[in-house]
Protein backbone atom coordinates (compact mmCIF):
# COMPACT_ATOMS: atom_id res chain seq x y z
CA UNK A 1 0.00 0.00 0.00
CA UNK A 2 1.33 3.06 -1.03
CA UNK A 3 -0.23 6.66 0.05
CA UNK A 4 0.83 9.35 -1.61
CA UNK A 5 -0.15 13.23 -0.09
CA UNK A 6 -0.14 16.40 -1.49
CA UNK A 7 -0.09 19.24 0.96
CA UNK A 8 1.74 23.23 1.50
CA UNK A 9 2.65 22.07 5.16
CA UNK A 10 5.08 18.87 4.74
CA UNK A 11 6.74 19.14 7.94
CA UNK A 12 3.30 18.47 9.35
CA UNK A 13 3.30 14.89 8.84
CA UNK A 14 6.93 14.43 10.69
CA UNK A 15 4.62 13.41 14.12
CA UNK A 16 1.46 11.77 13.23
CA UNK A 17 2.72 9.34 11.06
CA UNK A 18 6.22 7.97 12.97
CA UNK A 19 4.45 6.34 15.83
CA UNK A 20 2.35 3.15 16.53
CA UNK A 21 0.69 1.23 14.11
CA UNK A 22 1.47 3.40 10.98
CA UNK A 23 5.42 3.38 12.41
CA UNK A 24 5.16 -0.33 12.60
CA UNK A 25 3.89 -0.41 8.93
CA UNK A 26 6.41 1.18 7.46
CA UNK A 27 8.90 -0.36 8.86
CA UNK A 28 7.83 -3.85 8.02
CA UNK A 29 7.40 -2.46 3.97
CA UNK A 30 3.73 -2.89 4.57
CA UNK A 31 3.07 0.69 4.00
CA UNK A 32 5.14 3.48 1.91
CA UNK A 33 4.04 7.22 2.64
CA UNK A 34 4.95 9.49 -0.03
CA UNK A 35 4.62 13.45 1.17
CA UNK A 36 4.78 15.97 -1.87
CA UNK A 37 5.50 19.74 -1.23
CA UNK A 38 3.07 21.27 -3.51
CA UNK A 39 5.60 24.36 -3.47
CA UNK A 40 7.64 22.60 -5.34
CA UNK A 41 5.37 22.42 -8.25
CA UNK A 42 5.07 26.25 -8.46
CA UNK A 43 6.62 28.29 -11.40
CA UNK A 44 7.39 31.72 -10.30
CA UNK A 45 9.87 33.17 -7.94
CA UNK A 46 7.13 33.53 -4.46
CA UNK A 47 6.25 29.69 -4.96
CA UNK A 48 2.74 31.00 -4.95
CA UNK A 49 0.22 28.19 -4.31
CA UNK A 50 -3.06 29.99 -4.02
CA UNK A 51 -5.36 33.02 -5.10
CA UNK A 52 -7.99 35.12 -5.25
CA UNK A 53 -11.43 33.65 -6.54
CA UNK A 54 -13.05 35.35 -9.12
CA UNK A 55 -16.53 36.81 -8.75
CA UNK A 56 -14.95 37.99 -5.23
CA UNK A 57 -15.35 36.54 -1.29
CA UNK A 58 -13.09 36.21 1.73
CA UNK A 59 -9.80 34.35 1.57
CA UNK A 60 -7.84 32.81 -0.67
CA UNK A 61 -7.74 29.38 -2.50
CA UNK A 62 -5.77 27.05 -3.83
CA UNK A 63 -4.39 27.24 -7.47
CA UNK A 64 -5.04 24.28 -9.80
CA UNK A 65 -1.44 24.41 -11.12
CA UNK A 66 0.75 22.83 -8.87
CA UNK A 67 -1.96 20.13 -7.80
CA UNK A 68 -2.46 18.98 -11.18
CA UNK A 69 1.44 18.72 -12.12
CA UNK A 70 2.25 17.21 -8.86
CA UNK A 71 -0.57 14.28 -9.39
CA UNK A 72 0.74 13.77 -12.92
CA UNK A 73 3.89 13.90 -11.53
CA UNK A 74 3.23 10.29 -9.94
CA UNK A 75 2.52 8.71 -12.84
CA UNK A 76 -1.23 7.69 -11.98
CA UNK A 77 -3.68 6.22 -14.12
CA UNK A 78 -6.17 7.73 -15.96
CA UNK A 79 -9.31 8.60 -13.90
CA UNK A 80 -11.30 6.49 -16.12
CA UNK A 81 -9.26 3.53 -15.08
CA UNK A 82 -9.21 4.79 -11.79
CA UNK A 83 -12.60 4.84 -11.52
CA UNK A 84 -13.42 2.16 -13.30
CA UNK A 85 -11.99 -0.14 -10.16
CA UNK A 86 -9.42 -1.30 -13.85
CA UNK A 87 -6.48 0.47 -11.66
CA UNK A 88 -6.04 -0.16 -8.20
CA UNK A 89 -5.43 3.84 -6.87
CA UNK A 90 -7.54 6.66 -6.11
CA UNK A 91 -7.39 10.22 -6.00
CA UNK A 92 -8.85 12.13 -2.89
CA UNK A 93 -9.75 15.31 -2.19
CA UNK A 94 -9.95 16.31 1.42
CA UNK A 95 -12.77 18.54 1.65
CA UNK A 96 -15.42 19.80 4.00
CA UNK A 97 -18.22 19.23 1.04
CA UNK A 98 -16.94 15.58 0.77
CA UNK A 99 -18.35 12.71 1.69
CA UNK A 100 -17.92 11.23 5.24
CA UNK A 101 -15.05 9.05 5.81
CA UNK A 102 -16.24 6.32 7.62
CA UNK A 103 -15.11 2.06 8.19
CA UNK A 104 -16.97 1.07 5.44
CA UNK A 105 -14.89 3.34 2.91
CA UNK A 106 -11.69 2.72 4.77
CA UNK A 107 -12.34 -0.93 4.16
CA UNK A 108 -12.55 0.28 0.75
CA UNK A 109 -9.51 2.48 0.33
CA UNK A 110 -7.19 -0.49 2.22
CA UNK A 111 -8.36 -3.32 -0.87
CA UNK A 112 -6.08 -0.41 -2.83
CA UNK A 113 -2.56 -0.29 -3.79
CA UNK A 114 -2.12 3.48 -3.78
CA UNK A 115 -4.18 6.43 -2.20
CA UNK A 116 -3.13 9.94 -3.47
CA UNK A 117 -4.59 12.17 -0.65
CA UNK A 118 -4.67 15.85 -1.78
CA UNK A 119 -4.65 18.69 1.48
CA UNK A 120 -6.72 21.39 0.79
CA UNK A 121 -6.43 24.73 2.37
CA UNK A 122 -7.58 28.53 3.08
CA UNK A 123 -10.70 28.46 1.80
CA UNK A 124 -10.82 25.72 -0.44
CA UNK A 125 -9.53 24.63 -3.68
CA UNK A 126 -9.91 25.35 -7.13
CA UNK A 127 -13.45 23.67 -8.27
CA UNK A 128 -11.34 22.35 -12.12
CA UNK A 129 -9.33 19.62 -9.26
CA UNK A 130 -12.42 18.06 -8.02
CA UNK A 131 -14.16 17.98 -11.32
CA UNK A 132 -11.84 16.82 -13.11
CA UNK A 133 -8.46 15.58 -11.09
CA UNK A 134 -10.32 14.12 -8.00
CA UNK A 135 -12.26 10.93 -7.95
CA UNK A 136 -13.92 11.99 -5.07
CA UNK A 137 -14.07 14.61 -2.17
CA UNK A 138 -13.80 13.22 1.36
CA UNK A 139 -14.53 14.59 4.51
CA UNK A 140 -13.74 13.25 7.92
CA UNK A 141 -16.70 15.04 10.06
CA UNK A 142 -19.43 17.58 9.72
CA UNK A 143 -17.10 20.70 11.06
CA UNK A 144 -14.79 22.90 9.32
CA UNK A 145 -10.74 22.15 9.60
CA UNK A 146 -7.59 24.84 8.49
CA UNK A 147 -6.60 22.44 6.00
CA UNK A 148 -7.00 18.69 5.18
CA UNK A 149 -3.48 17.46 6.86
CA UNK A 150 -5.18 16.21 9.65
CA UNK A 151 -7.63 14.71 7.37
CA UNK A 152 -4.92 12.88 5.45
CA UNK A 153 -3.21 11.39 8.79
CA UNK A 154 -6.99 10.48 10.00
CA UNK A 155 -7.30 8.29 6.67
CA UNK A 156 -3.75 6.84 6.72
CA UNK A 157 -4.11 5.42 10.04
CA UNK A 158 -7.88 3.82 9.57
CA UNK A 159 -6.92 2.48 5.90
CA UNK A 160 -3.09 1.34 7.33
CA UNK A 161 -5.00 -0.35 10.13
CA UNK A 162 -6.44 -2.82 7.96
CA UNK A 163 -3.99 -3.40 6.03
CA UNK A 164 -2.86 -7.42 5.91
CA UNK A 165 -0.01 -7.72 8.76
CA UNK A 166 -0.11 -4.03 10.05
CA UNK A 167 -1.64 -5.06 13.50
CA UNK A 168 0.14 -8.32 15.52
CA UNK A 169 -3.76 -9.89 15.54
CA UNK A 170 -5.16 -9.38 12.00
CA UNK A 171 -8.39 -10.50 13.65
CA UNK A 172 -8.60 -7.09 15.86
CA UNK A 173 -9.77 -5.13 13.46
CA UNK A 174 -12.20 -7.09 12.53
CA UNK A 175 -14.05 -6.78 16.51
CA UNK A 176 -14.37 -3.02 16.68
CA UNK A 177 -16.67 -0.38 16.38
CA UNK A 178 -18.96 0.19 12.96
CA UNK A 179 -17.40 -3.21 11.55
CA UNK A 180 -19.65 -4.99 9.87
CA UNK A 181 -20.69 -9.06 9.29
CA UNK A 182 -17.78 -10.12 11.45
CA UNK A 183 -19.37 -13.39 12.65
CA UNK A 184 -20.04 -13.94 8.64
CA UNK A 185 -16.73 -12.54 7.31
CA UNK A 186 -14.48 -14.85 9.92
CA UNK A 187 -16.88 -17.99 11.04
CA UNK A 188 -13.63 -19.34 13.09
CA UNK A 189 -14.13 -16.75 15.45
CA UNK A 190 -16.19 -17.88 18.76
CA UNK A 191 -19.00 -16.27 19.56
CA UNK A 192 -18.28 -14.98 22.65
CA UNK A 193 -15.74 -12.52 21.34
CA UNK A 194 -17.32 -11.79 18.22
CA UNK A 195 -17.25 -8.25 16.65
CA UNK A 196 -19.68 -5.64 17.14
CA UNK A 197 -21.36 -6.08 13.11
CA UNK A 198 -21.98 -2.51 13.34
CA UNK A 199 -22.84 -1.21 16.46
CA UNK A 200 -20.31 0.64 18.90
CA UNK A 201 -17.72 -1.76 20.90
CA UNK A 202 -18.80 -3.28 23.66
CA UNK A 203 -16.88 -2.23 27.21
CA UNK A 204 -13.25 -4.33 27.98
CA UNK A 205 -12.07 -5.20 31.07
CA UNK A 206 -8.66 -6.70 32.72
CA UNK A 207 -7.13 -6.90 35.45
CA UNK A 208 -7.54 -6.49 38.64
CA UNK A 209 -11.08 -7.67 38.51
CA UNK A 210 -11.83 -5.04 41.57
CA UNK A 211 -10.10 -1.78 41.67
CA UNK A 212 -10.89 1.35 44.27
CA UNK A 213 -14.51 -0.51 44.99
CA UNK A 214 -14.96 -0.84 40.78
CA UNK A 215 -15.39 -4.55 40.05
CA UNK A 216 -15.63 -6.64 36.59
CA UNK A 217 -19.01 -7.40 35.76
CA UNK A 218 -19.77 -10.87 36.99
CA UNK A 219 -20.74 -11.70 33.64
CA UNK A 220 -17.50 -11.01 32.40
CA UNK A 221 -15.45 -13.15 34.52
CA UNK A 222 -18.32 -16.17 34.49
CA UNK A 223 -16.72 -18.27 32.08
CA UNK A 224 -20.02 -18.74 30.55
CA UNK A 225 -18.83 -18.14 26.65
CA UNK A 226 -22.76 -17.92 26.16
CA UNK A 227 -23.13 -15.68 29.07
CA UNK A 228 -20.48 -13.34 27.90
CA UNK A 229 -22.00 -13.02 24.13
CA UNK A 230 -25.20 -12.14 25.44
CA UNK A 231 -23.95 -9.35 27.69
CA UNK A 232 -21.55 -8.41 25.24
CA UNK A 233 -24.13 -7.68 22.98
CA UNK A 234 -26.49 -5.98 25.19
CA UNK A 235 -23.67 -3.52 26.32
CA UNK A 236 -22.87 -3.06 22.55
CA UNK A 237 -26.83 -2.27 22.21
CA UNK A 238 -26.60 -0.04 25.40
CA UNK A 239 -23.86 1.95 24.23
CA UNK A 240 -24.48 2.40 20.51
CA UNK A 241 -28.73 3.41 22.02
CA UNK A 242 -27.34 5.77 23.89
CA UNK A 243 -23.98 7.32 22.50
CA UNK A 244 -25.34 6.78 18.56
CA UNK A 245 -28.09 6.15 18.08
CA UNK A 246 -28.24 6.62 13.59
CA UNK A 247 -26.36 3.37 13.96
CA UNK A 248 -29.24 1.50 14.73
CA UNK A 249 -30.81 2.43 11.64
CA UNK A 250 -28.22 0.65 9.59
CA UNK A 251 -27.26 -2.99 11.14
CA UNK A 252 -29.16 -6.00 10.95
CA UNK A 253 -30.67 -6.42 14.68
CA UNK A 254 -32.47 -9.95 15.09
CA UNK A 255 -35.55 -10.47 17.31
CA UNK A 256 -33.77 -10.60 20.70
CA UNK A 257 -31.71 -7.28 19.76
CA UNK A 258 -35.41 -5.44 19.38
CA UNK A 259 -36.62 -6.93 22.50
CA UNK A 260 -33.43 -5.25 24.48
CA UNK A 261 -33.83 -2.43 22.82
CA UNK A 262 -37.31 -1.93 23.40
CA UNK A 263 -36.61 -3.09 27.26
CA UNK A 264 -33.87 0.07 27.34
CA UNK A 265 -36.30 2.09 25.74
CA UNK A 266 -38.84 1.83 28.67
CA UNK A 267 -36.72 2.34 31.18
CA UNK A 268 -35.23 5.41 29.92
CA UNK A 269 -38.96 7.26 29.99
Request: proline share 5%.
Amino acid sequence: MKFEILTIFPDFFRGPLDYGIVRRAREAGLVRIGVHDLRSFTKDKHRTVDDRPFGGGEGMVLKPEPIFECVESLGVAVREQRVSGEAKETVILLSPQGQTFDQAMATELAALERIVLICGRYEGVDERVAEHLGDREVSVGNFVLSGGELGAALIVDAVTRLVPGALGNDASSKQESFTEAVAKLNPELPNSTCGSGGLLDYPHYTRPAEYRGMAVPEEVVSGNHEQIRRWRRQKALAKTLHNRPDLLERVELSAEDRKLLAQMARERK
